[in-house]
């Protein structure tokens, strides 16, 4: 450990909020062993190696997307989908195996690509496409590391709480950390738009980039990582930890007033009750959303068992992880959305073709009528787990009435089958549907004779709406700025639901946007669904809308 007699402060971009303080731990990552300047194969064999390396980083990748969307969301875990996109991109790919055919071995021939297809991104001067630089560098590096043996980075992880500083973090480098005792990162270089820097906002880490290279002397000297003030403070002085001892103070206030929340009705001032749910991904976030006093889960994500599985999930296997779910809840309501395989979330064994547009092809709801047997299998599983619990049955991506009607004939087909055998369910188990298509907001006046309730997808309906792609972050701005055709189709299927006497809520992103909570709560909203860590300080604020 270093002795500093005076602090060292070092400036950086802070990428996330909030500060914390303890050892720094840094992490180095080694070179591969194998250079340029090693004798090549055949083409053949190279190009052989090449080609076997890509297969072995799509698993990984594909264990990486399985393994964030279950512990973190779905949201962040398309980084390792776009990672996937990229190993199969024609330039970067095609230019690694031009390099072969010149006579490089298959490590340079990756490196040398990922450096020019990166200086391509890079020229072209936008900070998204800069973003998508780095990640060429990312998949780059991932490769090198395959074809020479090199595992990931060293990192012997302090049993202590600390901040790690390093020189750059891949995405999956960040998902591994043990956040035990994980206090927060530092990286000389990064971008904010950059896909480790999603990753580091979701898991709630104070996070510093842009600081330039640090001296590893400071390896294991205590630090204060501050993010609001974009700030590394080595051996802070006793003003800093003044500062900082504050900061605690008032972040613990901050926290125990949103405690005092828990277990009062979420009533707004005027009186009027909105239900306050969750959203989870998976049974195990059931406590969570508990934890926080969500009312109920207003959706859960079902594809975890999909996505995770090498094979169709059986039924015995839907039925215990629904279950646990609706166990997790102590009796309060879970909404378990139906399978939204499809567009950005697949699974090899369903074998969907190529799509030209995945984001408007075969997916969700249509994927399912298309494939009764595994749609049916589901409902059972769901049906079976409503016997232990409040189950409500929401089907995504609806753009008319006949899906509706089509899924409720399997539907009935279900319930029979279920009396046939003497399964238990709740006879009065509810189907609801998802707002996330203009159609489904337009043609919301006969959708709601047809179902019990609405529940507003943002995410895509602002996607279908304002014909911009989600994923881009390029277009980020874009759709903040022009929510207001989205929120006249929320209105309009707002009174549509209420006219019928139907419920609807929100399950998207923009139901955690406090700034348009009171404009909810006014056009009649009567239930909201966020991320469990979200629960108490939304409560908050509707407890002061009128």
Known sequence: MVITHEPVKIKGQGISGGAAKGKLHFLVHRETRESGTGTPLSPEEELARLSSAIEKAQAQLSELYENTARTIGEKEAEIFRIHSMLLDDEEFRGTAENFISQGMNAVEAVRRSGESVAEIFRELGDDYLSGRAQDIKFISDRLCRILTGDGEAESDEPDEPYILVSDDLSPGETVRLDRRHLLGFVTFGGSANSHTA?????????????????????????????????ELIISPGIGELDRFAGEVRKKEADEARLKSLIGRPTVTRSGKKIKLYANIGSPGEADAAYRNDAEGVGLLRSEFLYLSASDYPDEETQFTAYREAV????????????LDIGADKKADYFALPEEENPALGMRAIRLCLSRPEVFKTQLRAICRASAFGKVLIMLPMIVS?????????????????LRYE???FDEDIRLGVMIETPASAIMSDELAREVDFFSVGTNDLIQYTLAADRQNPALEELCRDNLEPVMRLIEKATESAHANGKWIGICGELAADLSLTDRFVSMGIDELSVSPPTVLPLREKILGCH
């Open 327 to 338: 166990a997790g809840m102590h009796g309060r309501p879970v909404v378990i959305r139906t």
């Open 422 to 424: 003497c399964l238990a």
């Open 401 to 417: 009435v006949d899906e509706v009607r089509k899924a409720k004939r399997i539907f009935v087909e279900v319930k029979n089958e």
């Open 198 to 230: 999603i990753l580091a906002r979701a898991l709630g880490l104070p996070a510093l980039i842009g600081t330039g290279e640090i001296d590893p002397i400071y390896d294991g000297e205590s630090a204060i990582i501050d993010a609001s003030r974009g």
